[in-house]
């Protein structure tokens, strides 16, 4: 089984985190500052990282993992 990225919750439960943290981003922006004070959010490009690894495992849950996303094609006739 896969690693979790974030260590708590189901894989479900973590990609709405990251969601979540990529939505504040682009609504909020990456950094902002009230007065002496400035805030900076997760780098966008590791949350949407996260976002496609938690996505492709939520996706191969309940397959063995090993080549999830692999077709195969067998061409007759040679």
Do not use: C, H, W
């Not at 990609?15 to 943290?21: K, P």
């Not at 900076?40 to 090993?66: F, H, N, P, V």
């Amino acid at each position: 089984m896969a690693e979790n990225l974030i260590p708590f919750g189901t894989p479900e439960e973590q990609l709405a985190t990251v969601n979540q943290a990529i939505y504040n981003i682009l609504v909020g922006g990456q950094s902002y500052q009230i007065g002496s004070r400035r805030l900076t959010r997760a780098d966008l490009a590791l949350l949407q990282d996260m976002q496609s690894k938690l996505q492709a495992q939520i996706a191969a849950d309940g397959t063995s993992g090993l080549f999830a996303d692999t077709v195969v094609a067998v061409f007759e006739g040679r």
